[in-house]
């Protein structure tokens, strides 16, 4: 079994069971607690020379905690974006992950539509993270109140598996690209 292992593992796994003919490799490059502008920083020398067919970008989450400005956390995203499109690789932004805490004390929203918004314009697909997570929590599938380390790693357990396989779901079915990008 995969045990904890993240949700890129996890969706690595799913993939290669759908596909076991193809070669399909899974790179986590991901670095706690960086900047937008941190991570865009690292895929020149990390990021591109691994010729990637498909990056999958998380961020966000820094840039709220921190309280950055929207329109700085913008411009770091459209950088980086256009960092990435040198690889002509296909790219899937996802954005920070929801809980009834942190939603509490953080605020998310001004984030999660800075990244759709830039979706949008440059024309790369959006995987909700949020607002999946939002849902599942809405609709009582995780109990975010764990309190022992025994709960805590069942509940982060089942929120790999399921993030994984709503990843994997949507690399699956994301449409094709339509012609050249903006």
């Known amino acids: 079994g995969l ?4 949700w890129p593992e996890r969706a690595g796994a799913l993939l290669r069971e759908r596909f076991p003919q193809a070669t399909i490799n ?3 490059l991901s670095v706690a607690r960086k900047t937008t502008a941190d991570m865009a920083k690292r895929f020149e ?6 010729h ?12 709220a905690v921190r309280g950055i400005d929207p329109a700085e956390f913008r411009g770091d995203l459209e950088d980086g974006l256009a960092k990435l499109r040198a690889s002509n690789a296909e790219i899937v932004l996802m954005d920070m992950q929801y809980s009834r805490m942190t939603n509490a004390l953080i605020h998310f929203n001004r984030y999660v539509v800075t ?3 830039v ?4 024309d790369v697909a959006l995987f909700p993270r949020y607002k999946i997570m939002q849902a599942w929590a809405e609709a009582g599938l995780f109990e975010t109140t764990a309190g022992t380390a025994d709960g805590r790693r069942a509940l982060a357990d089942k929120l790999y598996r ?3 396989a709503a990843v994997a779901d949507f690399v699956l079915r994301r449409p094709e ?6």
Do not use: F, H
Request: with cysteine; charged share 25%; hydrophobic share 35%.
């Open 3 to 6: 045990g904890s292992a993240a």
């Open 177 to 182: 690209p339509q012609g050249e990008s903006k």
């Open 119 to 122: 979706a949008d314009v440059k």
């Open 45 to 50: 020398k990390e990021v591109l020379p691994l």
């Open 162 to 164: 399921c993030l994984g």
């Open 115 to 117: 990244m759709r918004g």
């Open 26 to 28: 899974v790179q986590n």
């Open 52 to 63: 990637p067919d498909l990056v999958i970008w998380e961020t966000g989450t820094t840039e």
